[in-house]
């Protein structure tokens, strides 16, 4: 019986990483990453995996403030590739994430 699986390696520059929004790929975690939401979502969407590091972002790219008391990012989940030492880069992609259950408050 042959049962065994071999995986099938890529190279980093053949992967194809999926679009925001879709299913979350099961080997890797999971993680809190924030968005930047300024404009569309299609002309920033530039991810991060902590809020201070998005309100950088916003700070030098986009001219915010945090005494504006505006919150121009949301919380998402989101997966990477690449660990962040990594000479490519971190490449965040948000996934989708079952609801918890639970909070039945309303
Ligand atoms: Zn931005």
Same mark, same amino acid.
């Given at each position: &019986? !042959?049962?065994?699986? =071999?995986? #099938? ?9 999926? =679009? ?6 099961? *080997? ?5 990453? %924030? ?7 299609? /002309?920033?969407? =530039?991810? =991060? @995996?902590?809020? +201070? ?5 916003? /700070?030098?790219?986009?001219?915010? $403030?945090?005494?504006? #008391? !505006? !919150?121009?990012?949301? $919380?998402?989940? &989101? *997966?990477? %590739? ?7 880069? @971190? ?5 989708? +994430? ?6 039945? *408050?309303?």
């Amino acid at each position: &019986m !042959t049962w065994v699986k =071999t995986l #099938d390696l890529i190279e980093p520059g053949e992967l194809r990483i999926p =679009t925001h929004g879709s299913l979350p790929v099961l *080997q890797l975690l999971i993680h809190q990453g %924030f968005a930047c939401t300024v404009g569309s979502h299609e /002309s920033c969407s =530039t991810l =991060t @995996c902590s809020q +201070k590091k998005i309100e950088i972002h916003l /700070s030098k790219v986009h001219g915010w $403030a945090k005494k504006h #008391d !505006t !919150t121009l990012w949301r $919380a998402l989940w &989101m *997966q990477h %590739f690449f660990h962040s030492s990594s000479p490519t880069g @971190c490449h965040y992609f948000e996934v989708k +994430k079952e609801e918890e259950e639970g909070q039945g *408050q309303g």
